[in-house]
């Protein structure tokens, strides 16, 4: 089992800055694919960022691509979401998840996932 933990999430203003990070635990951290999603109420989990195994390949749904950064430190076993400029429609639950492949379209292809954390953006 991997275990995983999302930290970072709050209350923030239209405009500001977040940083997410998921700890992981358990299994070899460096040999997951990890990806963030998110679930805004009344919707369905969405895709956020994927970041492979090495930090080589990195993807972005088409509405964070520019203001979300996605990084690993394999050292400290943590994924991190840097989000900017954030606005209203990005309120939601963050999850981290793990899994073997990159994938951007299914989240079954993620086998582990943490308990998400509460973002807000006031407007």
């Known amino acids: 089992q991997l275990q995983l933990v999302e930290s970072g999430g709050g209350l923030v203003q239209a405009g500001g800055s977040l940083k997410l990070s998921c700890a992981a635990s358990g299994r070899t951290f460096r040999n997951y694919v990890m990806g963030w999603f998110r679930q805004a109420p009344g919707k369905e989990r969405e895709f956020v960022a994927v970041?492979?195994?090495?930090?080589?390949?990195?993807y972005y749904t088409d509405s964070v691509n520019g203001r979300f950064t996605i990084s690993r430190d394999n050292a400290k076993n943590t994924v991190y979401l840097q989000m900017n400029s954030l606005n209203a429609e990005d309120t939601a639950v963050y999850y981290c998840?793990?899994?073997?492949?990159?994938?951007?379209?299914?989240?079954?292809?993620?086998?582990?996932w943490g308990q998400g954390t509460q973002v807000t953006v006031s407007s």
């Open positions: 998840a793990a899994g073997p492949t990159v994938s951007r379209d299914s989240d079954a292809a993620y086998h582990y």
């Open positions: 970041i492979s195994w090495n930090g080589s390949l990195r």
